[in-house]
């Protein structure tokens, strides 16, 4: 096993997911689920591969998740200690306090 780094869920430097196979996790991700629309999740990725937390250009450090696969997941929240890092078009509010004012959710 290679050596763990501080901070890190349990990834090598090694680990690395090729966009075919992350397109069949996305895919297997969804079936049964609401996805985000397709704005929304684009958004959710731009503030992920800006936040200091990705790891491998696809792990969120803070949950270990696929970040495009949580992106697309309509009832995700980003994991960011401290506060979301997800923004929404409706007036800057993150995701998470979205869902917590309408009661929706685990925010």
């Known amino acids: 096993m290679a050596h763990r780094r501080d901070g890190c869920k349990g990834c090598a430097d090694s680990v690395r997911v090729s966009p075919d196979k992350l397109e069949r996790l996305i895919a297997v991700a969804l079936q049964g689920r609401e996805a985000a629309a397709e704005a929304e999740a684009a958004r959710r990725l731009a503030a992920c591969r800006a936040c200091s937390g990705l790891q491998y250009g696809t792990t969120?450090?803070?949950?270990?998740?696929?970040?495009?696969?949580?992106?697309?997941?309509?009832?995700?929240?980003?994991?960011?200690?401290?506060?979301?890092?997800?923004?929404?078009?409706?007036?800057?509010?993150?995701?998470a306090g979205r869902r917590a004012e309408a009661g929706d959710g685990d925010g």
């Open 60 to 95: 969120c450090r803070y949950c270990g998740c696929l970040v495009d696969v949580r992106a697309r997941l309509r009832g995700s929240a980003c994991p960011h200690p401290g506060a979301s890092r997800w923004r929404s078009e409706e007036g800057g509010r993150t995701d």
